[in-house]
């Protein structure tokens, strides 16, 4: 059973970084496209990220030149730096394959303005 878990979210201000880890077991995931998502309160789930299997990667709209993602195959773990973050950024992130596994219990990110 494929398993993720989201660490280094946290409380930040406005124009602060923060750098999200995924750590994935339970599947080689080298072959799989992996995406970041969020969910706000009162809000459907949404995609911000995703970084394919050779390494490209594309970007939500809201988040295109402040976020970044990454992986490392051979730990099995994929990253997300979030730069200049902004208060409408603040959410649950989660990591997942493309399609879709089971999710993880996210991170929590907070960001005040």
């Known amino acids: 059973q494929v398993q993720f878990v989201e660490s280094g979210g946290g409380l930040v201000q406005a124009g602060e970084s923060l750098r999200l880890s995924c750590a994935v077991s339970?599947?080689?995931?080298?072959?799989?496209?992996v995406g970041w998502f969020r969910q706000a309160p009162g809000k459907y789930r949404e995609r911000v990220a995703i970084v394919y299997s050779a390494g490209a990667a594309n970007y939500a709209d809201s988040v295109k030149g402040r976020f970044a993602v990454s992986r490392d195959n051979a730990k099995n773990m994929a990253y997300l730096q979030m730069n200049s973050l902004k208060p409408e950024d603040t959410a649950v992130y989660y990591c997942?394959?493309?399609?879709?596994?089971?999710w993880g219990q996210g991170t929590q990110v907070t960001v005040n303005s």
């Open positions: 339970g599947i080689t995931f080298g072959d799989r496209s």
């Open positions: 997942n394959l493309i399609p879709n596994a089971d």
